[in-house]
């Protein structure tokens, strides 16, 4: 035996075993990636409450709730500007404005008729 097949153990002196395995399959390629679907905008909530506030100041809430529409109108006007483009529904909330300034002078003048006539 040569001496440099001495020094290891008797396992490696053997010679290697061959494993045959069967022939391979090609693989599937991956998948193509998921388009990426786009995601429709969300309505500001306090678009459509400032809506709903205005129609109601022009029926029967008088000035206060119209002033109510406007501060939320003009608050969802800066919340939508500030969201990137995630929230929708600056025209609701430009409506909610107008609906509670005409409910607001709508009922202010009633408002001032009735303490006239009243005098």
């Not at 061959?18 to 998921?34: C, D, G, R």
Request: charged letters at 10%; proline letters at 12%.
């Amino acid at each position: 035996m040569r001496p440099e097949l001495a020094a290891l153990p008797p396992a490696a002196s053997q010679p290697a075993k061959v494993i045959h395995l069967p022939p391979s399959t090609p693989q599937e390629p991956w998948p193509p990636p998921a388009e990426a679907k786009p995601v429709a905008a969300t309505v500001a909530p306090r678009a459509a409450i400032s809506v709903i506030l205005g129609v109601l100041s022009l029926m029967c809430g008088g000035p206060w709730v119209g002033i109510i529409a406007i501060a939320l109108g003009v608050s969802a006007r800066r919340q939508i500007a500030d969201s990137g483009g995630s929230l929708s529904g600056n025209g609701a909330a430009a409506i909610g404005i107008i609906l509670g300034v005409l409910g607001t002078i709508i009922h202010g003048i009633g408002y001032i008729a009735a303490f006239m006539a009243g005098r």
